[in-house]
DNA sequence: CCCCAGGCTTTTC
DNA sequence: GAAAAGCATGGG
């Protein structure tokens, strides 16, 4: 399935949920559709998926696997021939995690997840959503190679939209804006002011997505995109935050990525790399330049 | 002590 | 309009 390790895919920074199983540390475990799944890292290209179940989402397991780890996309052609030509020495650092994959998750997980990455350490963005898990989702009892544990499922936007915000702070970082706004927005969920689903639809302008999801306190252009992209599958989005712009600048010699940041210069970066990049994966291969700027350039290893 | 972390909102010029 | 301050905590 792939040449780069299941961690550097799980853990890369698209997704909380994952963890290192409690009890068989070769094991990755998340709860998915209400019920756990394991993955192992097996030799060569292999991967080990453990589940008590044959479907998930009503998809049968083997098609859903395909589809949560967009093995659908060809990734020869997420970036341009014209980048190996501009760019040689960086393909030489970036060929080794080009198979890094971008995760198809769900919306409003990947909403909640990415309302808590605000300006501070991945470590301290897990901790929060791990929180939120067990003291909003629902307990589920999980028994896995012999051994019993419980996990909890996300907080349904029912759940969270009912919470309490001064308590609900407790599990974010005590910051209590960022609560008021998981309440906020879960709150809009419920009464479908906000429609994930149909925010689905591939034919609206990326534009007009970020605008739309932007309308929400606590939710700017670049928790927009990442909601478009690792929520919504929608692959041409490019998220900018304070590594991306750190590489626009060093490896692309970006103007906008040295001026202070602001929405114009945000617009400025995401056109530029749109000329550097193919923009129906822009990104996807912004996940990946992110990935490995995180490694090569600032040796964070641990996330 | 400082600055930086997958930013956003509010205030101030 | 753009720029700065405030939010909150952990790690280097």
């Given at each position: 399935m792939c040449n780069i390790s299941i961690k550097d895919i799980l853990f890369s920074g698209q997704s909380f949920l994952w963890n290192v199983h409690a009890f068989d540390k070769d094991y990755y475990c998340s709860i998915i559709d209400s019920s756990p799944v394991f993955i192992k890292q097996l030799s060569g290209?292999?991967?080990?998926?453990?589940?008590?179940r044959n479907e998930f989402y009503g998809v049968p397991l083997q098609e859903f696997i395909r589809t949560y780890f967009s093995l659908d996309i060809d990734t020869c052609n997420v970036f341009p021939e014209t980048f190996l030509?501009?760019?040689?020495?960086?393909?030489?650092?970036?060929?080794?995690?080009?198979?890094?994959?971008?995760?198809?998750?769900?919306?409003f997980e990947t909403m909640i997840m990415f309302?808590?990455?605000?300006?501070?350490?991945?470590?301290?963005?897990?901790?929060q959503v791990a929180m939120l898990t067990e003291n909003y989702g629902e307990a589920i009892p999980v028994t896995f190679k012999g051994k019993s544990l419980v996990l909890h499922n996300f907080p349904t936007p029912q759940r969270l939209a009912a919470a309490d915000p001064f308590t609900l702070s407790r599990c974010t970082n005590n910051n209590r804006l960022r609560a008021a706004n998981i309440i906020s927005a879960s709150r809009r969920i419920v009464e479908g002011s906000i429609d994930l689903d149909s925010l689905r639809n591939k034919q609206m302008p990326l534009d007009e997505l970020r605008?739309?999801?932007?309308?929400?306190?606590?939710i700017g252009f670049k928790i927009a995109d990442c909601i478009a992209l690792f929520?919504?599958?929608?692959?041409?989005?490019?998220?900018?935050?304070?590594?991306?712009?750190?590489?626009?600048?060093?490896?692309?010699?970006?103007a906008a990525a040295l001026r202070s940041l602001s929405p114009a210069t945000y617009l400025m970066m995401d056109a530029e790399a749109r000329t550097l990049l193919n923009p129906e994966f822009a990104g996807y291969a912004g996940h990946i330049l992110f990935h490995c700027w995180r490694k090569e350039i600032k040796k964070l290893r641990s996330f």
């Open positions: 290209n292999e991967i080990e998926i453990n589940s008590t030509l501009s760019h040689p020495e960086l393909w030489k650092l970036l060929e080794e995690y080009f198979p890094l994959r971008i995760l198809r998750q769900d919306p309302m808590c990455a605000q300006g501070i350490g991945m470590h301290l963005i897990r901790k605008l739309t999801l932007s309308q929400n306190s606590g929520g919504l599958g929608r692959f041409d989005a490019f998220p900018i935050d304070t590594h991306v712009r750190q590489y626009l600048g060093t490896w692309f010699k970006s």
